[in-house]
């Protein structure tokens, strides 16, 4: 299949998933609009609450509720996505707030060429690699545009449970890079939701997402596990704990579930994008 058609069924599942999004418990949007924000204890300590006044690029931001999550601690934010029903929606739900955000519509890999700014920080949180086409591109876009000296971080679902099926057995290749299918129904915020569309995902091993950031002249301040998500990865073998998180049920085998990488961009000169 062509680039340009998997980005096309990429997008139209994207956009037919975020009215269902905004509207289901795990997005709890409801709360969002009361100042509750949508940011997870771990990203919130780790990249930290001291973001006042520091610019703020949030590739992949779906409908902006996390984006506009840091407006509202300061940051001054940029939402991109490659869905315009999301950038739309994220947009409207800027002005219903009054949180100001910047919010652009463009595929990643075609963001050099939409937007003409550099940042303090760049933050990608959980199911996003899974759409970046090339492990290498996706670091020269983060470090092209860094400000020297800042930071990224992500905190994404683990690679290893790529190995995973639904039901929890080990089925796939850890080293498999994709693009694979994915035609299962439902979306992660509500497995009986009425939506079936192929979407097209590509698998990242650790290793090649440290070495990508590594070759850009990013320095890793430190890489974490965690045995915990948030969403309902494995249905029937996940439980809430008392710090509403999913972890597994089975003590015995707990595996990473998401991890974390801070990094931060050398001061001196690494390749151009
Ligand atoms: C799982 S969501 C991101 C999660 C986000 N932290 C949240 O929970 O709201 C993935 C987002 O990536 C976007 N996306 C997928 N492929 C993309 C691409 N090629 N360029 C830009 N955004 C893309 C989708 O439209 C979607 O909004």
Redesign the pocket.
């Known amino acids: 299949m062509r680039r340009n058609d998997i ?1 096309k069924a ?1 997008k139209k599942w ?1 956009n037919d998933v975020t009215p269902i999004h905004a509207k289901s418990k795990l997005y709890n949007l409801a709360s969002f609009k009361k100042g509750k924000t949508s940011l997870e204890k771990t990203e919130i300590t780790e990249l930290g609450n001291n973001v006042r006044g520091k610019t703020l690029l949030h ?5 902006g ?2 984006t506009l999550s840091w407006a509202r601690k300061g940051a001054i934010t940029t939402g ?4 315009d029903k ?1 950038i739309e929606f994220a947009k409207e739900l800027s002005k219903e707030t009054h949180i100001p955000s910047t919010f652009i519509c ?4 075609k963001l050099p060429k939409a937007l003409n700014k550099k940042f303090d920080i760049i933050f990608m ?4 690699l899974c ?1 970046i086409t090339d492990i290498n591109k996706w670091a020269k876009i983060i470090s092209h545009f860094l400000k020297k000296g800042g930071t990224f971080y992500i905190i994404e679902l683990h690679p290893f449970t790529n190995i995973l099926s639904y039901d929890f057995k080990i089925s796939y290749n850890y080293f498999d890079k994709g693009p694979d299918i994915d035609d299962s129904e439902g979306t992660y915020a509500d497995w009986n939701a009425p939506i079936k569309s192929p979407t097209y995902v590509w698998s990242y091993t650790i290793s090649n997402v440290i070495n990508a950031l590594t070759q850009q002249g990013l320095k890793i301040e430190y890489v974490h596990e965690f045995p915990f998500t948030m969403y309902d990865q494995f249905p029937g073998f996940m439980k809430i704990n008392e710090k509403n998180q999913y972890v597994l049920k089975n003590k015995k085998i707990q595996i990473p579930l998401l991890f974390s990488i801070k990094a931060t961009k050398q001061n001196f000169n690494t390749a151009k994008y």
Request: proline letters at 4%; glycine letters at 4%.
């Open positions: 980005l990429n994207w590739p992949m931001c779906h409908f509720m996390d991109v996505d490659l869905s999301a463009s595929d990643f890999n949180s959980y199911g996003v759409w």
